[in-house]
């Protein structure tokens, strides 16, 4: 599948401000950049760097007082794989990769450590397998009401639990919470989706089982053959899309993602129970 | 300086579970493992690994219901290096190292983003150099009371700043979230320290200015250079000294640290107004 | 039936401190105090005093540094009434009792406002009877575990819904939420429990439904017929059994209740769906 | 003094709800009003209450779906007491008068059981007189910004003390818990405030001490004179200007307050140095 993708970000800047946007997608097993662009208005020199770990493609660049409008395109090919779920087992803490540990442990929005006994009440009688995650993002899709506007950048999977009500990104944290609770793996993913409305940048979770990253979407919004990856962490702190050190106001944003022909813009009936896998 | 130090912890456990020890301290710039052993009882086999990122010694094995008694011993040559505080500055996020930059978004402990406007106010107007954690160290040291019993494994820095009591892992989890919000990367260090009273693990915080960390201990209880580092991470969460899964009990643990020659025992004055590095 | 209760409380003062002990049972319609008596080593005065609105008897008194030693012991008569709960309405908020107002807004330990998404997910389909409360109670009962030392003074229903742990009180708290989400008007009962195991005060929840305040217990633990009610609040900030201005250690505490005859010692099986009227 | 005070609320209504609604001032020794008129569209029958413990007064209505739309209107006389500062001491615990102690305790927004440490370590060397509200109106005045937007309905003193950012609720909430915290009971004022600009309901708050409730108003916006109050309670979940029972949307809302001649509209600078009791 091929999709054009773009984000447009328009700010104000009352003083010179640094900023660390994370909006290319990486090239992954899973997905191609074929053709990208990034402009800035007023034009000035970017520095890419990626971190080792999730490959992540971070542009920084330093803005006098003013305005700053940054503009990222790219056409980018994704081959997400999907499997029978039947048979996927989790992976038992003792024989864990190491590199897969860091997401095991509490991180600033999911709070695993804080839902340990109601993870455990709820999916705990599940079987040792992808049945979990599947559950849990079920689990929240059900329990939690997608509601803009009720939270915001420091909501985390503690508040949602109780308040019940998010995005994206706070289904995402959630899912991560109750993941890493049951000892299973799991990591935040900010994505652009095609099919996603109003257009906005996406967040899924992804849980690690049996060696492979899978990704689930507890919000049902989005196709996941439809998404392109852009970052990837802990939790949302690791990807924001714009980390800005000094003062700076958003004016505005717009974000979209286009299928380049019609395969690309189907959404396999199918694909809703298998196994995706796009890292 | 050389120390001989030791911990040994002893579990019961219900069922099987798994450990995931981080007791041994690393080989890095500062400090020499001379000599060291790790025994079980009952013998059980082990897997070291160690992050790719920090260094850090993980010690992994799978226990059956019962007992388990680790004991890790061993003597460390420390050359931790003091300099002349003057002069150090912060470095700017628009040149930060990449790697450093993990370091700077808030964590499952220290949430720099919800103390931004208070970090600004009581450090904003001081230089931007090595002054600015050198008075966050103070600041805590003079602002929260050192109080065992008054905290748990789910503290953090935003409960320690009203809470206003704590100990040595609480004050550095709050070293943090005000270095972070003030833009200077900072890490959670757990350590040996010879002179600390009662004996226990340590934790410290490391700020990163001018391409080099540097070490604060906002309790003032332990010398710097009687540190001997065992795990750094973003904080308590990636470097608990024993990362359990299943049910466990810990039983007792007991944690020594011991200077192996007379310089090593002694704490230098003139090191209080230094600046230690020993990453 | 009737009860004789006992409660020894035994502190240390490092300096003079002012007590106000609220463990004496009040007269009302349901309970008569037959005879009591308060000692105080040393012997000091006090000053009783009832607040206007529950009855609550507080008696208040200031000790030097020293030790002191309350020993409050009563005999009880209870007459709770015990009625079907068939046909029980909620009170539409358009005519409720302005007195019971106050039971409707959020507290200290029960912040309803944060619950109310998830009260009317769990709750909102039942009918507007009394209904509601009894199937809160037995949602707290069978998802939050009983577990002492898991919570604390400051623990409040907020934490208890994510942690699934606590003690009584935690679970009246989480109650009294729960039902003020649901615009039913709710309210904390201390109280000396005769067949708790171990002895210690209890603290249970009412709901006013119909104009009449209902009781519930969550945990179980006790027979409603066997309660002496000491003091009525909106949470427990307003009915600790000892508020303390200046420094004080307890040092022992003792609570007991006894049935004065064999039939105040059933605790009939009937009464399990019957609703419980006590105030 | 004297002032002519409005309020215009408009709600749209999706279904039938019940609002009580808390704008009306009370006669209290220290105001008195003069006229006064309540119109409603559509026009609805209105059941007035007042509590018995603060006098405020509480209009109760049930509202058809649609829209509603409350006007209210006053002239009230108000004769605050202006008095020297100087020798107004705090109140010990042991001889409060027992009507005041419910506002010693914790409450939903102001929890003056987290805040204990800190209020020591801040205020506890003052001497135990007014100076303690007064140091803590002006230490909130100094320490947190007056933004508005930053905070929200379920936003309380623990939040503000980190956040460091509010506006008058969130103001008077912190100087309340801190109050407690120092065993000075303490209480919130809703009022109206001639002077405030942009117009809107006014909060302060009010310390008990040496037999009386003192004024204060961490945010120094609005003069004390010019103060019509409204509700008095423990804290904002005790007055809200109106506490709804159904789905209702503010579409629009109006406060406004204009002296009915000049007297009425000076702000004497001579009173910054008073104590104010009004009530």
Known sequence: MRYKVRCRLAYSLPSP????FNVAPPDTMAQTVETESLTLEPDLPVREFRDAEAGNRYHRLEASAGTLVLDYRATVRTEPVASPREGIPATRPAVLSPHVM?????????????????????????????ERPVRIAQWIHDNVDYLVGTTHSATS???????RAGVCRDFAHLG?????????????VSA?????????????????????????DPTGLASPGGLVRIGTGRDAADVSFSLIFGPAILNSMAVTAEPCDSESAERPQSWSNLAISSA
């Open 157 to 163: 999977a503690f508040n949602t639990l109780t308040s």
């Open 17 to 20: 401000s640094t900023f660390v």
């Open 102 to 130: 860091p997401y095991l442990v509490p991180s600033r929005h999911s709070e695993s450590d804080l839902v340990m006994r109601l993870a455990w009440r709820e999916f705990g009688a599940l079987p040792e397998t992808i």
């Open 192 to 216: 652009y989706s095609y099919d996603l409305r109003p257009p906005d940048f996406h967040a899924v979770f992804e849980a690690w089982l049996d060696g492979r990253w899978y990704l689930f």
């Open 176 to 188: 991560i919470a109750f993941c890493r609770a049951l000892n299973i793996p799991a990591r935040f």
